[in-house]
């Protein structure tokens, strides 16, 4: 017997499914709105690729995309602020980021908020401030229980006895963390 997918693998194939649907309906507007097959078909392409990376990229994910950026550049303080500027923006846009896979052609598992949440415990993790980031982990896997990012955060934080990480344990945890992710 083959095993079950658990509702986060159905959610990743279902937001697959709804983000291929939306570059769908953008081809199948541009066709129609011109008439014409090949040039319908690059109308809907450029109109897009105009949508993923003008409005959903540049604006929508503004700040989560600098966090990003910022961990990336070992700048955990200002991502974090980055990061909490994100969750303020999509706890003002609960019903779009609920919609993110039809209407943002986002296949992501999990909703924006819910990512800047993890990635704000993440980064007081990296400050050392983790008796601030168990709570923050904790109600995040109350919410999705499925989230592997932070539940093997919140293990490895518990397992260290929630004291500050020492420089070198931050590669082998990131490499601990992209290995559970499913």
């Given at each position: 017997?083959?095993?079950?997918?658990?509702?986060?693998?159905?959610?990743?194939?279902?937001?697959?499914?709804?983000?291929?649907?939306?570059?769908?309906?953008?081809?199948?507007?541009?066709?129609?709105?011109?008439?014409?097959?090949?040039?319908?078909?690059?109308?809907?392409?450029?109109?897009?690729?105009?949508?993923?990376?003008?409005?959903?990229?540049?604006?929508?994910?503004?700040?989560?995309?600098?966090?990003?950026?910022?961990?990336?550049?070992?700048?955990?303080?200002?991502?974090?602020?980055?990061?909490?500027?994100?969750?303020?923006?999509?706890?003002?846009?609960?019903?779009?980021?609920?919609?993110?896979?039809?209407?943002?052609?986002?296949?992501?598992?999990?909703?924006?908020?819910?990512?800047?949440?993890?990635n704000q415990a993440l980064c007081?993790?990296?400050?050392?401030?983790?008796?601030?980031?168990?709570?923050?982990?904790?109600?995040?896997?109350?919410?999705?229980?499925?989230?592997?990012?932070?539940?093997?955060?919140?293990?490895?934080?518990?397992?260290?006895?929630?004291?500050?990480?020492?420089?070198?344990?931050?590669?082998?945890?990131?490499?601990?963390?992209?290995?559970?992710?499913?």
């Amino acid at each position: 017997m083959a095993p079950s997918r658990t509702n986060s693998q159905n959610r990743k194939r279902g937001g697959v499914f709804m983000a291929f649907g939306t570059f769908a309906v953008f081809i199948a507007v541009g066709v129609l709105a011109f008439g014409e097959v090949f040039t319908g078909l690059m109308a809907g392409g450029v109109a897009f690729a105009v949508h993923r990376q003008l409005v959903v990229r540049i604006w929508l994910l503004a700040h989560h995309t600098r966090g990003v950026d910022l961990s990336r550049a070992k700048k955990p303080a200002a991502a974090l602020e980055a990061f909490q500027k994100s969750e303020a923006d999509w706890a003002r846009r609960r019903l779009l980021d609920r919609w993110r896979a039809p209407l943002l052609a986002s296949a992501s598992r999990w909703g924006f908020a819910d990512q800047a949440r993890y990635n704000q415990a993440l980064c007081l993790y990296q400050l050392g401030r983790t008796a601030e980031a168990m709570p923050i982990l904790r109600a995040l896997l109350d919410r999705e229980p499925s989230m592997g990012m932070a539940r093997a955060l919140l293990e490895h934080i518990e397992s260290v006895d929630g004291e500050a990480p020492p420089v070198e344990s931050w590669d082998h945890l990131a490499a601990d963390l992209e290995d559970s992710s499913p």
